[in-house]
């Protein structure tokens, strides 16, 4: 199937594995590494249960930009510490540690991957893991619906994308959000005018601590090599983490805490070191202007 098989489709019930094999199971159903557009059962086609609010305005909110990738803050002294691709095993543990710090950080939450399940699913736990993000203060941004590389899909696809994680954050939550971070940071002058007209900000980062590597003394250097150079009085962060690695959660966000903190900076949500007013960054689900609780 895929690219490798002349573009050939599998059986509505197979999945197109990333070796362009049709089967099913994790391996070859997973997002994002499915081939979604050749196997029909990937989990990037499912369609999560909820109301599709895609009919809903997209009033530009705030003075924010929208239409181009944001990187860095605004507002000096502050450090913006974000979590992708989650919610995972690890997530409930990083939002105790959290609260034990008095932090509060920003959530970039992927629908449906890595075989995890949909988030809006009950059965999965997600649902009052992600209300409690939110009721313990933390800021909830979109990473998609099953972290697909924007820049190579299609309108169409990049629409799925954004609007099925839109269904599945409203089904929590009754609101959905204005900030949304590409996988892979990608999202070439198509994917930003899209994202501008769907009432997203894109919402990069400028240290990547790569902890996705699981090398946390390189990603210890990386997070020291960016703030201990800068000045509070000038200088602020956005901080790229993932929530669903182990040591990540039992070790290096702790570690980024502290030094951050020892550095002479304060943690901010993503909105704040942007000094966007709250209520810009989530929309309403019914009139698409600014949410308030």
Not at 38 to 51: E, F, H, S
Not at 236 to 263: K, P
């Amino acid at each position: 199937c895929g690219p490798s098989a002349s573009n050939a489709s599998c059986a509505d019930s197979l999945c197109c594995g990333p070796n362009g094999v049709c089967g099913v199971g994790g391996y070859y159903c997973s997002a994002p590494s499915c081939l979604f557009a050749w196997g029909p059962a990937c989990d990037a086609n499912q369609i999560p249960k909820g109301v599709n609010i895609a009919s809903v305005p997209r009033p530009k909110l705030g003075q924010v930009p929208y239409g181009i990738s944001i990187r860095h803050c605004t507002v000096a002294g502050k450090v913006a510490l974000t979590f992708d691709d989650g919610p995972y095993l690890y997530t409930s543990d990083l939002l105790d540690l959290l609260k034990t710090k008095g932090v509060k950080a920003t959530f970039f939450i992927v629908g449906n991957n890595g075989g995890k399940g949909q988030i809006n699913d009950p059965k999965t736990g997600y649902p009052a893991l992600i209300q409690r993000m939110y009721n313990d203060g933390h800021q909830i941004g979109s990473h998609t619906w099953s972290h697909q590389d924007l820049s190579t899909l299609t309108k169409q696809q990049r629409f799925d994308q954004v609007s099925k994680n839109e269904i599945a954050i409203n089904d929590i939550l009754g609101f959905f959000p204005t900030y949304l971070r590409p996988p892979y940071m990608s999202c070439n002058a198509d994917c930003l005018t899209d994202l501008g007209n769907l009432g997203y900000h894109v919402a990069n980062y400028d240290i990547d601590t790569l902890d996705w590597q699981g090398n946390y003394t390189n990603s210890q250097d990386i997070f020291l090599g960016n703030i201990k150079p800068g000045n509070p009085q000038s200088s602020s962060f956005i901080s790229l983490a993932h929530d669903i690695h182990n040591m990540t959660v039992h070790g290096f966000a702790e570690f980024m805490i502290e030094n951050l903190r020892a550095a002479g900076y304060t943690t901010a949500l993503y909105g704040e070191c942007l000094n966007d007013a709250p209520e810009n960054w989530y929309r309403n689900s019914h009139t698409g202007q600014p949410y308030s609780a």
